[in-house]
């Protein structure tokens, strides 16, 4: 029983100089202190990571108007088929379209 007692205490001890060593320490950046900022910025003053994104953006719209495109085209091709069987441009329309929404995905994921 004494031992259990002992190291409950030893436990809590431990604890309270933790939580003063905490507290002592104080907040990372004092106010009035310049906010460290890990953005690289351009010369022109804009931030990258911001430039980054709003390409990264544009690039998206465009792949997904081009997928959307592809995949009418994909529709399409079937019904003006007389024949049953699929032809090669069709077959490269869906690779096309899979690789299209791979690297929207990658895109969007990356972000």
Known sequence: MKHWLWRSML???????????????????PPGAPVADDDLRLP????QKDEILKAE???????????AELAQQ???DPEK????VLSMATLKKTEDIEKLARKIR?????N
């Open 44 to 47: 022109n003053g804009k931030s």
């Open 74 to 76: 994909l529709q399409q």
């Open 106 to 110: 990658t895109r969007l994921r990356h």
């Open 11 to 29: 436990g809590l001890s431990f604890a309270a100089i933790a939580l003063l060593a905490v507290e002592q320490r104080g907040p990372k950046n």
């Open 57 to 67: 953006h544009e690039q998206n719209v465009k792949d997904a108007a081009q997928l």
């Open 81 to 84: 088929e007389d024949r049953f």
